[in-house]
């Protein structure tokens, strides 16, 4: 499979490119069957989802919480989120369908009951989303499948990227890739960061690095993959102006075709086995402007960025009570989950460092650990 070849960096010269329907196909199978179809004709070698039970990825409160938005298909962003979800059936549809007409098919798992139907679905590999990429115990039990895994940090600084890092060493796990991504829709050129495909690149040279954006059209995909990017993900969709949070910074079945186009070229001309291009090189080489300059500058350490702020804010993972706790408890990690939580609690990454504090106050199953309740 291509994907292993290149992680396994058997293949220099090639690039594995994921259309992310993600929730693009509104809800409805057929919608999705078309999109497969299209992201196998523009030539992409995978389709992608997003798999969450909705009862582990968020508390019940974030489920009941208004959504009131034009993107919104719910009155609650759990109804919303509801309508938006296939069951187990439509995957072994979809997966039927990919297998039929010859691309690969996966998700990503956004909480770990969504992990454990991926890896009995069998998928290639598994995507871990930004929202997760601190979800440290999904991490781990994902690691410790020996299914190649595909990491996004969309919204994470670098000490969370060392982590990731670590434990998938300390599961020997070698089969896995980090995307470069900034969790903002769409991403404004300024913020792309590109430089830090080069930043990782170096700190993690046994890595293969991604790219996963979210920017509008195709040529800062393209510099990114001149930078040495050997994983493309974009959003797919069949119609940018439908509703839907994500629709804008998709690619179209068109704009699809034109990156496959590009990144063939650039196999073709074997530009694919050096990824030491200087920034004029690539701005040269993709006859580019001000916004591939702007997503080309330099960039020295890995940070949230204040464009992802909301999409943190909405969907980055806390820690959260996985039963109920009485005051003077020394938590233990059996007590602890992780999931979107409204209002939030503490960020997701600390999980470890809790370990062994105590409750200055009971907290029920479901509720959020804020920084108030722990003492050492
Ligand atoms: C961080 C993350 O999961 N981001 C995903 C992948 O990029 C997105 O597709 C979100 O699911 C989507 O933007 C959410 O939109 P809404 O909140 O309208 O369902
Ligand atoms: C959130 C996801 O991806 P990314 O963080 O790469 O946008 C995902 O794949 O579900």
Redesign the pocket.
């Known amino acids: 499979m291509l994907l292993l070849d290149i992680m396994s960096k058997k293949i220099c010269n090639e690039v594995y490119i994921i259309a992310?329907i993600?929730?693009?196909h509104q809800g409805c199978p057929e919608t999705a069957k078309r999109m497969i179809l299209e992201a196998k004709k523009a030539g992409c070698h995978c389709v992608k989802f997003?798999k969450s039970d909705l009862a582990a990825k968020f508390t019940s409160s974030a489920l009941n919480r208004k959504?009131v938005?034009d993107?919104?298909?719910g009155s609650t962003?759990g109804q919303?989120?509801e309508y938006?979800e296939f069951s187990k059936e439509v995957y072994h549809l979809l997966q039927d369908y990919s297998r039929e007409i010859g691309i690969d098919f996966t998700a990503?798992a956004?909480d770990e009951r969504s992990l454990e139907f991926l890896a009995d679905l069998r998928v290639p590999f598994i995507k871990i989303?930004?929202?997760d990429a601190n979800n440290f115990p999904l991490l781990t039990k994902a690691a410790s499948l020996q299914i190649p895994l595909v990491i996004?940090t969309?919204?994470q600084t670098m000490s969370t990227v060392d982590k990731i890092v670590e434990i998938m060493s300390e599961s020997r796990n070698e089969m896995y890739a980090l995307m470069h991504?900034i969790?903002a829709?769409p991403t404004p050129p300024t913020d792309c960061n590109l430089g830090l495909i080069s930043v990782l690149m170096r700190r993690f040279p046994n890595v293969t690095i991604g790219y996963?954006g979210?920017e509008l059209g195709v040529s800062i995909t393209k510099a990114a993959v001149l930078m040495g990017a050997r994983i493309v993900e974009r959003?797919f969709t069949l119609d940018k102006n439908q509703k839907?949070?994500?629709h804008r910074c998709s690619l179209e079945p068109a704009e699809m075709c034109s990156l496959v186009r590009g990144i063939d070229q650039f196999r073709h001309n074997k530009y694919l086995l050096n990824a030491n291009y200087t920034v004029e090189e690539i701005i040269k080489m993709l006859g580019g402007g001000d916004e591939l300059r702007a997503a080309l500058s330099e960039v020295e350490n890995k940070d949230i960025l204040e464009c992802e702020l909301p999409?943190r804010f909405?969907?980055?993972k806390s820690i959260v009570a996985a039963r109920d706790l009485d005051k003077g408890h020394k938590i233990q990690v059996s007590d602890l989950t992780i999931k979107v939580s409204e209002p939030s609690g503490i960020s997701a990454e600390t999980y470890f460092d809790i370990i062994g504090m105590q409750l200055t106050r009971s907290v029920n199953q479901d509720e959020p650990i804020i920084e108030n309740v722990l003492t050492s």
Do not use: F, T
């Open positions: 992310e993600g929730q693009n997003q959504y938005s993107h919104a298909w962003y919303h989120k938006l990503s956004m989303g930004s929202g996004s969309g919204m991504c969790s829709y996963s979210h959003h839907g949070s994500d999409c909405k969907l980055g």
